[in-house]
């Protein structure tokens, strides 16, 4: 494919991925399936007034939302969709996916501690203290899986699960850089950042308009990019029989979303200091084990 | 010869030095540690432009965790609620000016006597680059990058240790 069509064709296939995201984000919090839905929300936010509270810190308030869904784009343009369909082959991909994440705690927190707001301010310092903790496991995987390639490009990665799939060549990686994305991505079991339940909304409580709408839609193409993320990663990415590559990478992803999504319907929000121990005590140290079990099953 | 890549690593190198001067003239804590990370961002991209590929998105990660772990600490041992606190960045004003003009001497002084031989034209793809840099660290360097690691470590549990209000035993 000429690379025109290549971007055309992501573009396209990421657009309504992250549509079909969204209605499931609505599925997951009241239980209908609404295919209108984002779209109402979408002109809703579009057009709402936007309101700026008072000695808010103007820099970070006007860099955060752009930056929040600018590292996402970057992710997406190193990701391969199909053999050739990738807009940029990373030498260190599989560096570059976490060098990403941790923008988005850095823009959390910019807009968290900028808009002046109690409820913002503390969303923001959860955020950090949540999305550090989770991208230890998330870049300790990532290493694991490098390690069977032997290559950082995420092309090279795809290519090493030609025989076993790194599902089952490591589930212990492949459980923790799961659970450890959706922390990141904070949908709700993690969703402490923003939870409207117990901070009233959290970092976004403040936020109207464009700006939210920026972080909306940008934590949708989260979720979708981390789940194309897991697919290139340990669900063998492109391959798969009788359909045209790219179309097994959509699919996969779509299927990883919706598990994302379930989980969000099904599972209660877990306590903040929970959250970081499970994580500090449990997470950290498997994803050691993790590293650890799969150079010993390399070099035998 | 002016090429593209002298003219961003020019323009990076400013606002590497830019937002290192930003961190000095606030009075946040937040926008200290984040002018700092955008100074060191800049530099990571003076990596990319250099076409150090692995250095430059490592050094983009790290910094991005480490400044704002350093932020939040910062909060954390100055007792500034959600730093929104007041505070200047910078104490003993005159000899600190000292010291950076001395440094800045001695540092300009050893870049331009240095002998930096040939530019290379030639060099290792991003792929063999993350080999040998690999190479590198775990054989000749290995002995460094160990201490550095162990001795950061020690620093950080020393520093939390020290922070933590132990109830004395003997006290009754």
């Given amino acids: 494919m000429t690379p025109f069509l290549t971007v055309f064709i992501i573009t396209l296939l990421f657009l309504s991925g992250v549509y079909v995201a969204a209605v499931m984000e609505r599925w997951s919090v009241t239980g209908t399936v609404n295919w209108a839905g984002p779209m109402r929300s979408f002109l809703l936010l579009f057009a709402q007034e936007e309101i700026k509270t008072r000695k808010h810190d103007k820099v970070f308030f006007e860099t955060a939302p752009v930056l929040f869904i600018g590292v996402i784009l970057l992710t997406i343009s190193i990701l391969p969709f199909g053999r050739d369909s990738v807009i940029i082959d990373l030498g260190t991909g599989a560096l570059f996916i976490n060098a990403a994440l941790v923008y988005i705690m850095v823009s959390l927190l910019m807009v968290g501690w900028a808009v002046n707001g109690v409820y913002a301010m503390v969303g923001g310092w959860r955020a950090l203290a949540q999305l550090i903790a989770y991208s230890m496991p998330v870049v300790m995987a990532l290493t694991a899986t490098v390690m069977r390639a032997e290559s950082m490009f995420l092309t090279d990665i795809v290519e090493s699960q030609q025989g076993l799939w790194n599902i089952l060549y490591q589930p212990v990686g492949f459980i923790l850089f799961y659970i450890s994305t959706l922390a990141i991505t904070f949908l709700p079991p993690f969703n402490l950042p923003v939870a409207k339940g117990e901070l009233a909304g959290g970092v976004w409580a403040d936020l109207t308009g464009a700006r939210k709408l920026l972080f909306r839609l940008g934590r949708l193409t989260l979720v979708f990019t981390i789940s194309a993320a897991v697919v290139v990663l340990y669900l063998g990415g492109w391959m798969g029989p009788w359909l045209p590559d790219f179309a097994w990478t959509f699919l996969k992803t779509l299927l990883v979303a919706a598990s994302f999504f379930a989980i969000c319907r099904f599972m209660p929000r877990i306590r903040h200091d929970h959250l970081l121990e499970y994580n500090w005590k449990y997470g950290v140290p498997l994803a050691l084990y993790n590293i650890f079990q799969v150079g010993v099953v390399l070099l035998l | ?172």
């Avoid at chain 2, 480490?66 to 932020?71: C, D, K, Q, T």
């Avoid at chain 2, 002998?115 to 060099?123: R, V, Y």
């Avoid at chain 2, 000749?140 to 162990?150: D, H, P, Q, W």
């Fill in chain 2, 1 to 172: 010869m002016i090429s593209l890549q002298l003219i961003l690593l020019i323009i990076f190198g400013l606002v590497a030095i830019w937002f290192g001067w930003r961190v000095f003239m606030t009075s946040s804590m937040v926008r200290s540690a984040l002018s700092l990370l955008a100074s060191m961002v800049a530099i990571g991209i003076l990596f990319l432009v250099m076409e150090a590929e692995f250095l430059g998105v490592l050094q983009i990660m790290m910094m991005g965790t480490e400044m704002s772990i350093m932020a939040i600490f910062m909060m954390m041992y100055m007792m500034d609620p959600g730093g929104l606190g007041q505070m200047d960045m910078y104490h003993q004003k005159n000899i600190s000016i000292a010291a950076g003009v001395i440094v800045t001497v001695l540092i300009v002084g050893a870049a331009l006597t240095t002998d930096w031989g040939t530019i290379a034209t030639q060099f290792p793809g991003p792929h063999e680059q993350n080999r040998l840099l690999g190479m590198e660290i775990l054989k000749r360097s290995m002995m460094i990058f160990e201490t550095a690691g162990v001795t950061i470590l020690t620093g950080m549990i020393a520093s939390i240790a020290v922070a933590l209000s132990i109830k004395n035993s003997v006290e009754k």
